[in-house]
DNA sequence: TTCTTTTTTTGACATAGATCAAAAAATGTG
DNA sequence: CACATTTTTTGATCTATGTCAAAAAAAGAA
């Protein structure tokens, strides 16, 4: 919990009574190598933080996985467009490794908007999370092959670190061929 | 003015003290065909609501213009990352024909606070910009040239009617020739 | 209208990266 | 351990799209 607290602290302050709310609505779940998270075609309606572990989220496309992005320990993730409208999910999350969550509900994490600490942080962090994802697609669609590994190295070497070629090839938009040749050298 | 108060009454009811207010604090500004609204480097600290015209948001990359968005009548533009992180843009903004646009500075939006039905709007808003983002690089990233070109077709019809073929192909990430052979069938 | 500038089209050619297939290496399992 | 499964590497093509250059068409200016 007290990973959460600091993660949280890093963009607001929160008193005493704000963490035992947070601590009475949130709870801690573990997965398993390989098990999935959500599932394509269910409602998303969590928000998890990630205490140890790597999360990945992709969707089907052709038949195939298209790995959206994968994430490590200390972030948080969620499928937004399922989470924020309340819509069926069109991806999946899946624990890539033993994984340890901690998770809020939407309508326990709508209990905190009477903190006003965790409004702004809930709007500091979505703004964050578009502002990055909106440089790293610009980044991501300007450069080659080799440029796009690169990068990512560069912005997220956990994930160049721990996650499986044929993944990280995925969110580059690029072969696995591809990738195992430019990692050659 | 009545145009952008049905765009914000799409999402949550004014009352008449926040029309007041909003109308207050708003200002509409001119520009001409090809004037820049926003030049790389500086800060962008307006929102704009798009009366009339078309407004482009670009960046230079190895001494090109690569073309991010184009934005058409009855919509919302800035340099997001600018705006929310009060630093020096790394976009520009373009008007791509003679443009009305009704402008609100971050200080006086800030004064909007006080009616939580701008606060929703606002939320609303930057939620559903971030959930459109996610479903379009999406789309892209997994089609060919074609596939790109149509799809752009279906989401926004308007910028393939109205914008220049450099510009549209810049947002397709293929090149004006590619685009051009396209369009032949 | 005529002239200039900008934008779009067309053609010839080059190439990064895809695809397909199979070998090699790594990992997991009883 | 030995064996099965998964993941990564390597090799031989193939192709969509890029690049460069020049012509044609459209738009703007005088």
């Known amino acids: 919990m007290n990973q959460?607290?600091?993660?949280?602290?890093?963009?607001?302050?929160?008193?005493?009574?704000a963490i035992r709310e947070l601590e009475q609505l949130s709870?801690?779940?573990?997965?398993?190598?390989?098990?999935?998270?959500?599932?394509?075609?269910?409602?998303?309606n969590k928000i998890w933080f990630l205490k140890s572990g790597m999360v990945r989220k992709y969707y089907i496309h052709d038949?195939?996985?298209?790995?959206?992005?994968?994430?490590?320990e200390n972030q948080t993730f969620t499928s937004l467009q399922s989470y924020s409208q309340n819509i069926p999910s069109t991806e999946y999350?899946?624990?890539?490794?033993?994984?340890?969550?901690?998770?809020?509900?939407?309508?326990?994490?709508?209990?905190?908007?009477?903190?006003?600490?965790?409004?702004?942080?809930?709007?500091?962090?979505?703004?964050?999370?578009?502002?990055?994802?909106?440089?790293?697609?610009?980044?991501?669609?300007?450069?080659?092959?080799?440029?796009?590994?690169?990068y990512l190295q560069m912005i997220a070497p956990e994930i160049i670190k721990r996650a499986k070629l044929g993944h990280i090839s995925s969110i580059l938009g690029i072969t696995q061929e591809t990738l195992s040749r430019i990692r050659k050298g």
Chains 1, 2 share one sequence.
């Open 27 to 44: 709870e801690i779940e573990y997965y398993e190598k390989n098990q999935l998270i959500l599932e394509q075609g269910r409602r998303c």
């Open 4 to 17: 959460l607290i600091n993660y949280i602290e890093q963009i607001v302050r929160l008193d005493d009574e």
């Open 93 to 150: 999350l899946q624990a890539c490794e033993d994984t340890v969550a901690i998770s809020i509900t939407r309508q326990n994490s709508e209990k905190l908007i009477r903190f006003p600490q965790f409004v702004i942080f809930a709007n500091t962090l979505m703004e964050r999370e578009f502002v990055n994802a909106d440089i790293h697609s610009k980044a991501l669609s300007v450069k080659d092959a080799k440029g796009k590994y690169e």
């Open 63 to 72: 038949g195939k996985e298209i790995t959206v992005w994968i994430n490590t």
